[in-house]
């Protein structure tokens, strides 16, 4: 550890995707945008982009001392890596509708495309590690996504007062023995001609519930990803709010800046909204076929508790005092104010790794996420 302290400062990384916000990041962080896009802003131990902490990455001082930085407890565990990653999302523009497996899974599948010779680096892989990747994300701003399916009976609703000839199709599935599986099949492999009827027919509504169907047309005319956003919830998070999106559940972030967590993978298949591989196949494989009918996922004492051992998140708006004392290791983020971790103070956009079993106060004015280890 950076001169053996159990608390230290760790910097974000930067990532650039082309849906990013040119001006979020940068004005969180105080700085002067450059025009370019800022999508994400990672604090971990990803192997990718692990944070700086020091002359040092986190990675390599887990690395070193595994037991001592995550505690023996998560070593044991996990391994000797974080189980979780942080990060700032921007986002301009729709990202990917996308699902990610659970973890017999993704085990199943890194090994059966290893056995098949598919670089780990190759477009039409699958898995690129062997984790589930369950994520959840707390709003920063007005925040828009897709998640989970909508209820049958809603989304054939829609599709009756929307009216257009093109859709008959997937009201069809919709009506059949397995309606949300024959629906997603059909919207996968759909001819662009009915996402473009969709798009003309929601373009210029102000119907909440197309929300999310007229942003995806907006962003990507013609994929097959504008059909799937027909079958899934639109919800607008207001800051503070959270969803949470376990195996298996269909998404896609579209618009707002938020806190995202997630277990530490990079397994996604995508379903849409995407230039890149989409695999037919395995996405109905790895889907959870079932109705959202809430998708927000509430706080409990202002932490987001949720039913993987990966993480848990916090959102704490300090006006006093406040201790922390986890067995298992902890990210303080700051987004707003002024959050002091001990004898380190944050401003927004920069953060704090505490070791495993360090007692803490964190004291200032302003708020802080707290990624940790779950239950």
């Known amino acids: 550890m950076p001169s053996h ?14 849906w990013g916000s040119p001006t979020a990041i940068p004005e969180l962080l105080g700085v002067e945008p450059d025009g370019r896009p800022a999508a994400e802003l990672w604090f971990g131990a990803h192997p ?26 998560t070593a044991e565990a996990f391994g000797p890596r974080l189980p979780f990653l942080l990060k700032i999302l921007a986002a301009r523009q729709a990202l990917s509708i996308q699902v990610h497996p659970n973890l017999e899974q993704a085990r199943a599948g890194f090994a059966a495309e290893d056995a098949a ?22 709003a920063l701003t ?28 997937l009201a069809d599935a919709l009506a059949g023995p397995d309606p949300l599986r024959a629906a997603f099949t059909a ?34 005319p013609g994929d097959p990803g504008v059909l799937v956003a027909l079958l899934l919830n639109y919800l607008r998070l207001e800051p503070g709010e959270a969803i949470y999106l376990g195996a298996g559940n269909v998404h ?9 967590i997630m277990a530490n993978s990079d397994n996604v298949l995508r379903c849409g909204l995407t230039g890149k591989h989409v695999d037919v196949p395995e996405l109905l494989r790895i889907t959870e076929f ?16 949720v039913p993987v051992p990966d993480f848990r998140l916090t959102r704490l708006a300090l006006d006093e005092p406040a201790g922390l004392d986890d067995p298992g290791p902890s990210i303080v983020l700051c987004t707003d104010g002024t959050v002091r971790v001990g004898e380190l103070a944050l401003t927004p956009g920069h953060a704090a790794f505490v070791s495993a079993g ?8 302003g708020t802080a996420f707290i990624a940790g280890v779950g239950a």
Request: proline share 9%; hydrophobic share 40%; aromatic share 6%.
């Open 5 to 18: 302290r159990p608390v230290f400062p760790i910097a974000g990384v930067l990532r650039r995707y082309e």
């Open 48 to 73: 990718d982009d692990p944070s700086p902490a020091g002359e040092q990455t986190l990675d390599h001082l887990i690395a070193t001392d595994p037991e001592r930085v995550l505690g023996k407890e």
């Open 117 to 138: 010779g598919i670089d780990r680096a190759a477009p039409e892989r699958n898995y690129r590690d062997p984790n589930h990747k369950p994520e959840l994300i707390c």
């Open 142 to 169: 007005p925040f828009d996504a897709l998640c989970g399916f909508r209820p049958v009976d809603q989304t054939r609703r829609l599709l009756a007062e929307l009216d257009v000839p093109a859709l008959r199709g």
């Open 187 to 220: 919207a996968l492999t759909a001819d662009e001609a009915i996402a473009t009827a969709l798009a003309a027919r929601v373009a210029g509504s102000d119907d909440e519930r197309l929300t999310g169907v007229r942003l995806a047309a907006e962003d990507f």
């Open 252 to 260: 896609a972030y579209l618009r707002g800046t938020g806190v995202e």
């Open 290 to 305: 079932a109705e959202l009918p809430d998708p927000r996922w509430p706080a409990v004492g202002g932490s987001f508790a």
């Open 358 to 365: 360090t007692a803490v106060t964190l004291d200032g004015a």
